[in-house]
């Protein structure tokens, strides 16, 4: 119904910059909140930042001031810049989109199946 992909990951030296990409397709009718989380090995994976369909932004802690989040709503996409990466922000990356469907109006969201970000010297 609703395909996810992203990708942008790579290795970057700390301190480097990455900009990950999220698009959505399939039974789109409206594209409502998206976000980008992140499991590290041997931990859970936890919420990154967060935008509302009105572009409302939430981050945690550890992305405040380091990370932005945004959309572009004509190409079903969520970005995440990330600067100023530590060795910390190393994990499998995760977007998350819920929607509309289309025909049915009915809620539901998806998962990727994420991109690897590895900070390393």
């Known amino acids: 119904q609703v395909q996810v992909v992203e990708s942008g990951g790579g290795l970057v030296q700390p301190g480097g910059s990455l900009t990950l990409s999220c698009v959505a397709s399939?039974?789109?009718?409206?594209?409502?909140?998206m976000s980008w989380h992140r499991q590290a090995p041997g931990k859970s994976r936890e919420l990154v930042a967060h935008i509302t369909e009105s572009e409302d932004t939430t981050y945690s802690d550890s992305a405040k001031g380091r990370f932005t989040i945004s959309r572009d709503n004509t190409k079903n996409t969520v970005y995440l810049q990330m600067n100023n990466l530590k060795p910390e922000d190393t994990a499998l990356y995760y977007c998350?989109?819920?929607?509309?469907?289309?025909?049915?109006?009915?809620?539901?969201?998806?998962w990727g199946q994420g991109t690897q970000v590895t900070v390393s010297s």
């Open positions: 998350n989109v819920e929607v509309l469907l289309t025909p049915t109006w009915s809620r539901a969201d998806y």
């Open positions: 399939g039974n789109i009718r409206v594209l409502k909140d």
